[in-house]
Nanobody, 124 residues
Framework: VQLQAFGGGLVQAGGSLRLSCAAS????????MGWFRQAPGKEREFVAA????????YYADSVKGRFTISRDRAENTVHLQMNSLKPEDTAVYCC??????????????????WGQGTQVTVSS
């Protein structure tokens, strides 16, 4: 499975961005997809995840109510709608996928496949 993330950019605080992650290859094997982010000098952290079949969603507390993850199975794409952005949301955002649920959507170790990052910068 190959993942390609896009949609990052520069936005003012309070603004919105929509990230997308296109999956290719053996997409029928995908079980869950997630978004993580990493700010300079910080560890990679969980943002949101979605079950590929059932569509159940999971969010980090820091983004609940502001971000929405969704998937388009026909297009093999997962989206992350980010509203009410804050400067602390500035980071490189990466998408990830797994084939088998290992027990924690929130852990980087859950996912086998990773896309390249896309930069999101929120100015104050």
């Amino acid at each position: 499975v190959q993942l390609q993330a896009f949609g990052g950019g520069l936005v003012q605080a309070g603004g919105s961005l929509r990230l997308s992650c296109a999956a290719s290859g053996r997409t029928s094997s995908i079980s869950n997809m997630g978004w993580f982010r990493q700010a300079p000098g910080k560890e990679r952290e969980f943002v949101a995840a979605i079950g590929w079949s059932g569509g159940s969603t999971y969010y980090a507390d820091s983004v609940k109510g502001r971000f929405t993850i969704s998937r388009d199975r026909a297009e093999n794409t997962v989206h992350l709608q980010m509203n009410s952005l804050k400067p602390e949301d500035t980071a490189v955002y990466c998408c990830a996928a797994d084939r088998i649920y290992r027990g924690s959507y929130y852990s980087v170790h859950e996912y086998e496949y990773w896309g390249q990052g896309t930069q999101v910068t929120v100015s104050s």
